[in-house]
């Protein structure tokens, strides 16, 4: 991985440690996502998929995960 992007990644999942603990595992979920999103960026160089569409399924899927784990999914 190229230093810039190596750079990006760990402001980041720096930026995902310190962020609001808005219920447990969200800070996890989000360094995943981070993750997950490197990923995609990455096959996308080769398979050239729509990684817009990708991103904004793994965006949902950590708002999900914050919506089912704190009081606004328990209604």
Same mark, same amino acid.
């Given at each position: 991985m190229?230093? !810039? ?19 447990d ?5 989000? @360094? ?12 996308? !160089?080769? @398979?050239?998929?729509?990684? @817009? ?13 914050l919506?089912?784990?704190?009081? @606004?999914? !328990?209604?």
């Amino acid at each position: 991985m190229p230093y !810039k992007d190596e750079k990006v990644v760990g402001i980041l999942l720096e930026q995902a440690a310190i962020a609001e603990e808005r219920c447990d595992g969200y800070r996890e979920e989000l @360094a995943e996502a981070v993750g997950d999103i490197m990923t995609e960026e990455r096959q996308n !160089k080769f @398979a050239r998929t729509n990684i @817009a569409v990708r991103v904004a399924d793994i965006v949902g899927r950590v708002g999900t995960y914050l919506y089912t784990h704190t009081s @606004a999914g !328990k209604s």
